[in-house]
C-alpha cells in the first residue's frame, strides 16, 4: 500500500497542450494540475479525446506542453532539452502501450536486452522476464508468442531498466478479458513488490478498482478524483 506521506515524484501544474491542426487548434489540455506520489498506483479514466494520452506522454518525456510546469524530483521537463528528456525517459521511465512494439526479428531476451544495454543499474533480461512469468520463453520470437504474452515481454522491458515510474496507455486494450487480467496482474504485482510508481490508462472502468487512486479526465481537465476504500485484486475484478 503506498505512503500518504510518501514524496511527490512527479509534480504537473497548470499543464496546457494545444495542437494545431491546419487552421484549427485543438485543446487537448486544459490547465491539469496533478502530484503523483512514490509507489502510487493511479488509474486514469476517460473517454477517447479526453486527454489521457496527452498527460500520460508529457509526465512520461514523450511531449513537451504548451504551457504549464512538469516535474520530476529535480527535472523540470516542461523546459527540457530533447537530449535531457531522452536522459529522462531512458533512467526513469519505463513505458508500455496498447500495442507491444516488440522487434520480430528477436527473441524475448533480445527484445528485453535492447534496454539493459542503456540503463544504469539494469535486471538481467532472464529476471525481468521471470518478474512477469516468462521465464520459460526466453528464447520465443514474439511470433511465437500470444498476443498476452507479447505484452508481458514489453512490460519486461519496460521494467528491465528499474524505472522509477511505470506509464501504461491502454495496456489491456489489445486483449480478452482473461489474458488482460493477466497483464494487469503483472502490474499490480510490479507496483507492489517493486515500489515502481504506476500510471495506467484506460477506457474500462472496473480497472479502477485496483488503484490507490483514480483521476477522471474530460476534456482536457481533470474532471473527478476518488480513492477505492477497498483496494481490488485483479483477480476481484469483472467487467
Known sequence: MHNANATAVIAARGLTKVYRMGTTEVHALRGVDLSVREGEFIVLLGPSGSGKSTLLNILGGLDTPTAGGVRFLEHELASAQEAELTRYRREHVGFVFQFYN????????????????????????????????????????????????????????????????????EPTGALDYETGKLVLEVIARINADLGTTAMVITHNAAIAGMADRVLRLGNGKIVGESRPEHKLTPSEISW
Open 102 to 169: 516488440l522487434i520480430p526479428s528477436l527473441t524475448a531476451r533480445e527484445n528485453v536486452a535492447l534496454v539493459t544495454e542503456i540503463a544504469e543499474r539494469p535486471m538481467a533480461p532472464d529476471e525481468a522476464l521471470d518478474w512477469v512469468g516468462l521465464g520459460e520463453r526466453l528464447d520465443h520470437f514474439p511470433s511465437q508468442l500470444s498476443g498476452g504474452e507479447q505484452q508481458r515481454v514489453a512490460i519486461a522491458r519496460a521494467i528491465a531498466k528499474r524505472p522509477d515510474v511505470l506509464l501504461c496507455d
